[in-house]
């Protein structure tokens, strides 16, 4: 799948930028999370966290289930379609990154590995990452 299918898939899902943020959101964290929780992860309202929620409730992409202690809280969680999607998503982008390295020479992936190593090591990129609802480790997205 190239990257122009990649896209077609998610606009044929018909999802807002914000909503494809929820999904990768949740794909990330592998659990069900309040609802508050995703708005405030993502920067966005309660009510707009609400609204797109509502929308990829309908569209099969996400469950929406009763806290078990606590019956005023609405947890959220990807349901099979919207882990598949998400899943998708990133194995695209993990082969398009397989694809690059496969092309550069080895002598200069052994240098690039090299220069790379002290900014992973510091853990700056996984951070950064993790605040915006990422998952760069080897196993991918969490729950996905």
Do not use: C, W
């Not at 992409?61 to 078990?68: F, L």
């Amino acid at each position: 799948m190239n990257e122009g299918e990649l896209v077609d898939n998610l606009l044929d899902l018909d999802l807002t930028f914000s909503q494809v943020r929820i999904l990768f959101a949740l794909a990330h964290r592998g659990e069900p999370l309040p609802i508050n929780e995703v708005a405030e992860k993502l920067g966005l309202s309660m009510a707009a966290a609400g609204r797109n929620i509502d929308q990829l409730v309908k569209l099969g992409m996400v469950v929406r289930r009763e806290d078990e202690r606590d019956r005023r809280i609405k947890r959220v969680s990807l349901s099979a379609a919207g882990r598949a999607a998400a899943t998708r998503h990133i194995e695209h982008r993990r082969e398009q990154l397989r694809r690059f390295a496969s092309l550069i020479p080895e002598s200069d992936r052994s240098r690039l590995i090299e220069a790379l190593k002290p900014v992973l090591a510091a853990n700056a990129l996984r951070e950064l990452n993790q605040e915006k609802g990422y998952d760069i480790s080897e196993g991918g997205a969490r729950g996905a």
